[in-house]
């Protein structure tokens, strides 16, 4: 049996009234790709900021690479790197210097930094516009250049949340192949979330669905499936969460909380 990397026990996040993550529990063993599903505000985003130690929890205990998240902060953040659901990037710096700057602060060994640098921005095709400024990138090149910089440090766990939103079908494949190269080449272990049923169905050796703060179902697409007397994992989702559209959204300024906070951290 592989060690857990990942591990939440007990975990609630309040927000005053609204309850984000009402006692969540579950294991990620190194090397895995684990899915974490949920229709919006079912508490995914807030679940990852106190992975990464964004948020403090309410209550419960949170473990990554052994090490107590609320107690060792420091070594905790050694030990991931992230893709935010919305891109954080310096837009009047060139792609380059935005991924050189990434590289300095993670403590890259320098002999390593420029094929690394070059390695990532030929991955998600940004390689010839590596010298012009963010500020002129499409959404999408933003949110390419974005994955690129996540993945520079090659950290033990990676964190991704909503990676692929409103990328096209190719950059979606060629970001999901990197991904899991990088779990077969360096063990890395890896955690997403997601909206596209599909992705979660190839790419996640396990999946756990949150709905309300609470999860419903934990294993393999299949599992779940079966779980469920259904045949898709997007049945099996359908069936833990329900049909109706939530109109709950998770709140807009999340991804600025969670910017501010890496800012803050990068500058301790
Ligand atoms: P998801 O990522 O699954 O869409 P979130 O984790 O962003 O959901 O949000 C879960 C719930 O917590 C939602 O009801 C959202 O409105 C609420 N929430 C998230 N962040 C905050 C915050 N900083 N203050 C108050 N409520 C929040
Ligand atoms: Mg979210």
Do not use: C
């Amino acid at each position: 049996m592989s060690k857990p990397v990942i591990v939440a026990e007990n975990v609630v996040k309040r927000f005053d009234e609204v309850v984000a993550v009402n006692d969540i529990s579950f294991a990620v063993n190194a090397g895995e790709i684990f899915a974490f599903l949920g229709p919006n505000g079912a508490g995914k985003s807030t679940t990852i900021s106190m992975l990464t130690t964004m948020l403090r929890p309410t209550s419960g205990k949170l473990f990554l690479n052994s090490h107590n998240v609320a107690k060792e902060q420091a070594n905790a953040r050694k030990s991931f790197g992230i893709v935010f659901q919305d891109p954080a990037l310096e837009e009047e710096l060139t792609a380059y210097e935005n991924m050189l700057v990434h590289a300095i602060l993670y403590g890259i060994p320098k002999p390593e930094q420029v094929p690394r640098i070059e390695e990532l921005l030929r991955l998600v095709d940004l390689w010839e516009r590596k010298d012009s400024y963010v500020k002129t990138y499409s959404g999408g090149m933003r949110r390419r250049l974005e994955i690129a910089r996540g993945l520079l440090h090659h950290p033990k766990v990676l964190f991704l949340d909503e990676p692929t939103l409103g990328l096209d079908t190719q950059t979606r494949n060629l970001l999901w192949d990197y991904v899991q190269k990088l779990r077969d080449n360096e063990g890395m272990t890896i955690f997403f979330t997601t909206h596209y049923l599909d992705e979660a169905e190839e790419v996640a050796d396990r999946i756990a669905i949150i709905d309300h703060g609470k999860i419903v179902a934990t294993g393999t697409s299949k599992q779940l499936a079966k779980q469920t007397g259904t045949k898709t994992l997007e049945q099996a989702y359908l069936e833990l969460t329900g049909k109706g559209v939530r109109d709950e959204t998770s709140l807009a300024n999340n991804g600025l909380n969670v910017r501010t906070a890496m800012r803050n951290r990068n500058l301790r």
